[in-house]
C-alpha cells in the first residue's frame, strides 16, 4: 500500500513513532461500517415520519391529530432531524479511526468521542498470532475482524469491519517475520510496499545474515531434539546394556 508523503508527515506528528520508522501500511472501515449506520437512520426516520401521516389522516377516530396535523408532523421532523444528526456523529467518529502498521508497531487510533482520543500500541515482537473471522455479510462484502493474540497474560487486540481482512493479516505477519528478523540477524529488508521506493530492500549485513541463519539452524535441532525427547516412551535416553 502506498502511503502519500503528506499522510506520512501527518501520521509521523499525530502518532508516538520515530521520525525515521516507515509507515508500511494504514487500514480504515469497510465502507459498510459507515453505511449500516446510515441505513439504520434512515429507516428508523421512515418509521417516525409515516407513523405521523397516518396518525394524522385516519379520519374521526383520532380528530384531535387530524385538526393539529400540522403541529404533529412538524414534531415528527424534528426528532427525524435529531435522529439524523445522532446518526452522522457515530459514522464521523468511526471515520476518524484507523490502524497503522509500521516496520515497528501496529497502532490502533480510536475516536470515542469528539473532544477525546486513544492510541492502542503494539509493538511487533509482541504478536504471537493473527486470526481473521468473517460473518456472513462480511464474507459476501468483503470485510471482518482481526485478532491479533499476544503472548502472556496481554490483552489481545480486535479491529472491526477492516477492508480485505485477509491481505491485511498477511501484511501484518509479514511485517512481524521481517522485525524479528532484523532483532535476530541484523537490519532485514522489508517485503512490503513494493511499489514504494522509500520501502525498496535496502542492503543486508552479510555477516549478519549468516550468523542468522546459523542461529535459525542451531534453534531447529535444538527444537527438534526437544520432540524426540518428548516423543520418546522410556522418558530419557535409551539404557546401555552392560556386557
Sequence with gaps: MNISSSTDKYLHSKLPIDADEKILAVYRHHWFAYASSWILGIVVVIIIMSLATILTTIGDAQGALVEHRP???????????????????????RSQEQVVLTQEALLQVLQ????????????????????????????????????????????????????????????????????????????????????????????????????FLQYQRMMAQQQQSQAAQANDPTGGPADQTKP
Design 112 to 211: 470515542p468521542s469528539l473532544f477525546s482520543s486513544k492510541i492502542d500500541q503494539l509493538s511487533l515482537q509482541h504478536i504471537a498470532d493473527v486470526s481473521v473471522k468473517q460473518d456472513f455479510f462480511g464474507t459476501i462484502l468483503g470485510y471482518g475482524q482481526i485478532t491479533i493474540e499476544t503472548p502472556g497474560e496481554q490483552d489481545n487486540y480486535e479491529f472491526f469491519m477492516l477492508p480485505n481482512p485477509q491481505d491485511t493479516a498477511r501484511e501484518i505477519v509479514a511485517a512481524h517475520e521481517n522485525f524479528t528478523a532484523a532483532i535476530q540477524g541484523g537490519f532485514m529488508p522489508t517485503t512490503l510496499g513494493n511499489g514504494n521506493p522509500s520501502l525498496q530492500q535496502q542492503p543486508i549485513d552479510p555477516a549478519a545474515y549468516q550468523q
Design 71 to 93: 403541529e404533529v408532523l412538524a414534531i415528527a421532523l424534528t426528532f427525524s432531524t435529531l435522529v439524523l444528526i445522532g446518526t452522522s456523529l457515530p459514522v464521523y467518529l
